[in-house]
């Protein structure tokens, strides 16, 4: 499928705005990555983010990854988050580009995406061109984020070609591998009590070779007690078939027994928090279905991982939890009837 150019300049228009006098402190920009490889041994999260504004505003790179050695070994994930004062680098409309020393190198046209990240130590590094072709998505967010709004585009497939150095470990990106994108923007404090969500996008494969993207979304306050509307987005073959939302989509979490610890990347809040615990949303088990169609998703987390984060100058934070792992699912939708599907999972619970 080929993405019109207008789609995708479309949502590089809702940018921070470019006078920085319009820019108000609290406001949000970021460009998300999430790429599966073909068998399920590498899963990657890679975020650029801009809050505030030129002058008083900062840039932050985050990147997980979770790594098997084989398909029955334990999933290991190293993570990293860099945050610098945003002062120097100028945003322009297109193309995108953002520089950070040796650190991130991005560029995004209205056709495609160019990144490169590498940490000094040499322990870690990934450089990509992508180019979407799934349909595209652009949503304003009706649910409050306090006083302010969020909203949101993304494509779950992406052509994809580069590489990435993993503790001297060379794993090639290609065609095989999935890759999504989103685009999110807003303005809202991380520490208000009514800024939360659960989030999360799989793709998997059928027993018949079908691919299949899901991509969840739930908007909810802090302790997720008052929620807005769920939104469930079908892919098969890159294409949007079917929206579930509402009433159409049940979410049941299941908790880790215990409170434990989780890892958190390091940051300005990480050492205050260190020796914190809590219980883990550790499945997801989601529910969608009308008079016709039904799917039901079962995501098991083999990994994860929390991000501390503060609001700019402003004492106020949030938790947001990173997990990733394995999905199961039974489709019965449209002519894809009592179809099994497995494949993998990127989640974020934010509370």
């Known amino acids: 499928m080929k993405v019109a150019k207008s789609i995708m300049y479309f949502l590089e228009e809702l940018k921070i705005p470019l006078v920085p006098d319009y820019g108000p402190e609290d406001w949000k920009d970021w460009f998300h990555y999430i790429f599966f490889s073909p068998d399920n041994k590498i899963r990657l999260l890679l ?32 993570a990293f988050m860099k945050s610098v004062a945003w002062h120097e680098q100028e945003i322009e409309k297109m193309p995108v580009e953002i520089k950070l020393d040796k650190l991130l190198n991005l560029r995004i046209t209205d056709s495609n995406s160019e ?28 649910f409050p984020y306090g006083d302010g709004f969020i909203g949101w585009g993304f494509m779950p497939g992406m052509s994809v070609h580069g590489k990435i ?109 260190y020796s914190r615990k809590t219980k883990i949303p550790e499945k997801f088990k989601i529910i969608a279905k009308d008079d016709l169609d039904e799917i039901i ?36 939708l449209g002519l894809v009837r009592n179809r099994n599907a497995e494949g993998s999972f990127f989640a974020e619970y934010v509370h």
């Open 47 to 78: 975020n650029i983010s801009l809050s505030g504004k030129k002058g008083n505003g900062l840039i932050s790179v985050t990147c997980a990854i979770t790594h098997k050695d084989n398909l029955i070994s334990k999933p290991k994930t190293h």
């Open 115 to 142: 990144i490169s990240v590498e940490l000094p130590n040499q322990l870690f590094a990934i450089n990509f061109k992508a180019l979407p072709y799934a349909t595209p998505i652009l949503i304003n967010e009706l």
């Open 297 to 332: 998703l079962e995501l098991s987390s083999e990994s994860d991982s929390e991000i501390i984060i503060p609001d700019f100058q402003i004492k106020q934070y949030s938790f947001l939890k990173e997990l990733n792992g394995k999905v199961l699912a039974k489709i019965s």
């Open 165 to 273: 150095l993993l503790n001297n470990d060379e794993f090639p990106i290609d065609h095989k591998w999935f890759c999504y994108h989103d685009r999110n923007y807003g303005r809202f404090r991380w520490g208000d009590k009514s800024i939360g969500w659960v989030w999360w996008v799989a793709h998997l494969k059928s027993e018949l070779g079908e691919a299949f993207s899901f991509v969840f979304h739930l908007g909810a306050n802090k302790d997720h007690s008052v929620t807005g509307s769920s939104y469930l987005f079908v892919y098969i073959n890159d294409v949007l078939v079917k929206t579930f939302m509402g009433a159409m989509v049940d979410l049941e979490l299941e908790w880790s027994n215990k409170p434990r610890k989780t890892p958190i990347l390091p940051g300005s809040m990480a050492t205050l928090f």
